[in-house]
């Protein structure tokens, strides 16, 4: 989690009397992830940004659906659940088993 918050609020440039966070937040990554598993975490978070500054700066809004009520669970996250959900999902773990 701390790694998507690096690259969302730039962190890794650093900023006025701030060291950069980009080399603390990847060591923790290194300590659970593989190189390649860091690359599909670096390439969500990035395409969420990305996703979310395209449809702010065209202000598109989200959709009234019903469906949309469904997310609601999601707003909130417990980030040992997370980590622990997306260590089980990677496809190279059962590969090295």
């Known amino acids: 989690m ?4 690096v690259m969302t609020e730039k962190q890794y440039q650093g900023g006025p009397g ?3 966070q980009h080399r603390v937040a990847f060591a923790e990554l290194e300590k659970h992830y593989s190189g ?8 969500t978070s990035g395409f969420f940004n990305f996703w ?7 202000e598109i809004d ?3 659906n019903p469906v949309m ?8 996250i ?5 980590a622990a959900y997306m260590q089980s999902c990677w496809w190279n ?3 090295r088993a």
């Open 18 to 20: 701030k060291k950069p």
């Open 78 to 82: 417990d980030p040992e659940d997370y």
């Open 93 to 95: 773990d059962k590969e």
């Open 69 to 76: 009520s469904l997310f609601k669970k999601s707003t909130t």
């Open 36 to 43: 390649e598993q860091i690359v599909e975490i670096a390439f």
């Open 62 to 64: 989200i959709e009234d």
């Open 2 to 5: 701390k790694w998507a918050e």
């Open 52 to 58: 979310n500054r395209f449809t702010d700066s065209f």
